[in-house]
Nanobody, 127 residues
Framework: QVQLVESGGGLVQTGGSLRLSCAAS????????MGWFRQAPGKEREFVAA????????VYADSVKGRFTISRDNAKNTVYLQMNSLKPEDTAVYYC????????????????????WGQGTQVTVSS
């Protein structure tokens, strides 16, 4: 069974930065397309960023493009989300997710296509 554990969330001021990490275990990580999603209070979960199995492709939501960077280290079974120029509207619980279909070069943006989810980490951006 796959386990995904996020870390790195916290409280930061507007304009600040955070780096989220998601450590995976249980199956071959290099077979997994990975994604980050977020859910703010009273809102639906939304896509943030996704990366292909070996990191060659990445896709971002328009709201974070140019500010967030997704990356992965398959040797460490970890995916990252570097968040810069944070805004109050980025406040949410951030979740990582894994699609272990093992298809190289594919990025997955739909939450329904992910098999496994982490427990989430809170990011709060103060104004």
């Amino acid at each position: 069974q796959v386990q995904l554990v996020e870390s790195g969330g916290g409280l930061v001021q507007t304009g600040g930065s955070l780096r989220l990490s998601c450590a995976a275990s249980g199956r071959t990580f290099s077979n997994a397309a990975m994604g980050w999603f977020r859910q703010a209070p009273g809102k639906e979960r939304e896509f943030v960023a996704a990366i292909s199995t070996h990191g060659g492709r990445a896709v971002y939501a328009d709201s974070v493009k140019g500010r967030f960077t997704i990356s992965r280290d398959n040797a460490k079974n970890t995916v990252y989300l570097q968040m810069n120029s944070l805004k109050p509207e980025d406040t949410a619980v951030y979740y990582c997710a894994g699609n272990y279909a093992g298809i190289p070069g594919v990025v997955v943006t739909a939450g329904s296509r992910y098999d496994y989810w982490g427990q989430g980490t809170q990011v709060t951006v103060s104004s």
